[in-house]
Nanobody
Framework: VQLQASGGGLVQAGGSLRLSCVAS????????IGWYRQAPGKERELVARISNGETTSANSVMGRFTISRDNAENTVYLQMTSLNPEDTAVYYC???????????????WGRGTQVTVSS
C-alpha cells in the first residue's frame, strides 16, 4: 500500500491550504484514514481522521480544519483554514486497511508533507 500526499507549503497566518492523500495498492477496504502532524520537538499527534464513518478531530483544529473522503478514489482531504504558526508541522497521512491475502488490518503512513505558517 502506498500513500501519496500533496498540498503542503508555505502560507501566511490566516491563510488556507488543502492537503490530499491518495491510497493505492493492495487495498480491499479501508477502516480508517486521516491526518497526523508532528511539529519540531513534539510528538506526533492526531489532526483528524475518519474511522468507520465517524470523524474525529483534535480540539485545536475544530472549526478550522475539515476532513473529507472520496471512497471511490481512496482519497482523503484536509481543508485547513485560519492557519496560525502553531499549525506548522509535517503532516502525515495514515490509513488502516484490510488487504487481500491477510485476515488482519494493517496500518500505513505516508512520507509527510511540510506545512509552514508564517506570522
Amino acid at each position: 500500500v502506498q500513500l501519496q500526499a500533496s498540498g503542503g507549503g508555505l502560507v501566511q497566518a490566516g491563510g488556507s491550504l488543502r492537503l490530499s492523500c491518495v491510497a493505492s495498492g493492495n487495498i480491499r477496504s479501508i477502516d480508517a484514514i486521516g491526518w497526523y502532524r508532528q511539529a519540531p520537538g513534539k510528538e506526533r499527534e492526531l489532526v483528524a481522521r475518519i474511522s468507520n464513518g465517524e470523524t474525529t478531530s483534535a480540539n485545536s483544529v475544530m472549526g478550522r480544519f475539515t476532513i473529507s473522503r472520496d471512497n471511490a478514489e481512496n482519497t482523503v482531504y484536509l481543508q485547513m483554514t485560519s492557519l496560525n504558526p502553531e499549525d506548522t508541522a509535517v503532516y502525515y497521512c495514515n490509513v488502516v486497511v484490510w488487504t487481500y491475502g491477510r485476515t488482519w488490518p494493517m496500518t500505513f503512513w505516508g512520507r509527510g508533507t511540510q506545512v509552514t505558517v508564517s506570522s
